[in-house]
């Protein structure tokens, strides 16, 4: 079966500071992509990063980089240098390569991200 | 270029009436798919379209619920009947057709049933 589990309900950091951000996973397929997602104040769901299983290097995308740990079925989010309008709740998602659920996106249940001034 | 357009943006439905919402892909992509958010359920897989062709609406309820994609612009999900428990931001997506291909959201439709 798949699951994607984020544990953290919400975390509060300084602004201007390194935030990491949980998620972990469970998937059969030896094929994968695991997505982190962004949902502002107005509802707007925004695509951040990407990690794609056979790709060994962490992904980095402005101040967004990710700490994959494929033994460990995990795919942390590192935030550095916070700003206020980082302050969001963040979804992580797993997409399966494979098979007939080859197109769903698998959804953690989000964390919420309080950057303070 | 534009995004995933949805109309409306907000709906209020009293109980036992249809209710119909679109969505308009990211042109050039060929997969769409629905969503519906609930703050008890979270993110929900509900259907998805590849080339207009229904592949997977194992998330689909069984009863009152359709999605059809008539053409390559613009999907439609169906709800008859609505019931109170339909109360959901309802939240359509489209990428490329590869199957790791990123998936982008629209802004998501607001349902209210009465």
């Known amino acids: 079966a798949q699951k994607v589990t984020q544990t953290q309900t919400s975390i509060s950091v300084m602004e201007k500071t390194t935030v990491t951000m949980d998620c972990v996973y469970e998937?059969?397929?030896?094929?994968?992509?695991l997505f982190w997602y962004k949902q502002t104040a107005s509802g707007e769901i925004v695509f951040l990063i990407r990690q794609d299983s056979y790709k060994k290097e962490n992904a980095t995308v402005g101040h967004y980089s990710l700490n994959f740990q494929k033994p460990k079925s995990s795919i942390g989010l590192i935030i550095t240098a916070t700003q206020i309008e980082d302050s969001a709740v963040y979804f992580c998602a797993m997409r399966e390569g494979r098979g007939s659920a080859l197109g769903r996106l698998h959804f953690g249940a989000g964390t919420q991200l309080i950057v303070i001034p | 270029n534009a995004g995933v357009i949805q109309t409306p943006r907000h709906k209020v439905t009293g109980k036992g009436q249809e209710a119909t919402l679109w969505c308009e892909p990211i042109?050039?992509?060929?997969?769409v798919f629905w969503y519906r958010q609930t703050i008890v359920q979270g993110l929900e897989f509900l259907t998805y379209f590849r080339n207009q062709a229904p592949i997977d609406d194992s998330g689909m309820p069984k009863e009152r619920f359709s999605a059809q994609m008539p053409n390559q612009s613009h999907s439609t999900l169906k709800i008859q009947s609505t019931q109170p428990q339909d109360s959901a931001v309802y939240l359509c997506?489209?990428?490329?057709?590869?199957?790791?291909?990123?998936?982008?959201f629209g802004p998501g439709t607001r349902l209210l049933v009465l």
């Open positions: 042109s050039g992509h060929s997969a």
């Open positions: 997506a489209s990428s490329l057709a590869q199957g790791g291909d990123t998936q982008y």
């Open positions: 998937t059969q397929d030896s094929s994968y992509f």
